[in-house]
């Protein structure tokens, strides 16, 4: 369960980096050697932590947004997701002929119908998706500190649990809902500028 959120997050982020350069001629090689690259460097038992993923996640959507002159380096980081989510796969036991299988698929498809339809991610579609990808990077390396703090915090608590504390619970995660809202609304209108 622990790798669940950042195997999504690798996998997004691979097939939306993988389709950053459509015309250039090596990006099947760029791929083919960020994949090779973090899939021999990385195993099942060398997997980093989410928090560590997300970050470093984060960083390279935000560094496709900022400079997309960068995009050729971009798309062998692309790669390295894809590595990077075949050793998460393999650390959740999938057999490693199925997870490199899975992992490398989508972002060769992306690369692939990016290069045939330029309609299949246009520049704003990508942007979206960079976007969208730096924030839940961001939120899946926050959320380990927040919840061992809000676990330490329950555990000083000097009064047990009450088995009625469900409402709650759910203020966080409307709190959550709302901020994700608002940041949408400000990148719509970031957008439209």
Request: charged residues 10%; proline residues 8%.
């Amino acid at each position: 369960m622990q790798f669940l959120v950042p195997g999504i997050l690798c996998a997004l982020g691979a097939a939306a980096l993988a389709s950053l350069v459509p015309h250039h001629p090596s990006r099947y090689v760029l791929l083919g050697g960020g994949f090779i690259a973090a899939a021999a460097l990385l195993g099942p038992d060398r997997v980093p932590g989410a928090g560590w993923i997300g970050t470093a996640i984060a960083i390279v959507a935000l560094a496709a947004l900022i400079r997309p002159s960068w995009s050729v380096a971009l798309v062998a980081a692309g790669g390295a997701c894809a590595g990077l989510w075949a050793s998460v796969l393999r650390a959740q036991g999938l057999p490693l002929a199925a997870a490199l299988l899975v992992a490398a698929l989508p972002p060769l498809v992306a690369a692939f119908l990016a290069a045939r339809r330029p309609q299949f991610a246009p520049p704003s579609l990508r942007d979206e998706a960079l976007a969208l990808i730096a924030v839940l990077g961001l939120c899946v390396a926050a959320a380990g500190p927040i919840l061992t703090g809000w676990q330490s915090a329950a555990a000083l608590k000097a009064v047990p649990l009450e088995a009625g504390a469900g409402g709650r619970a759910a203020a966080p995660v409307l709190l959550l809902a709302a901020a994700f809202l608002f940041l949408g609304g400000v990148y719509s209108l970031w957008k439209r500028r």
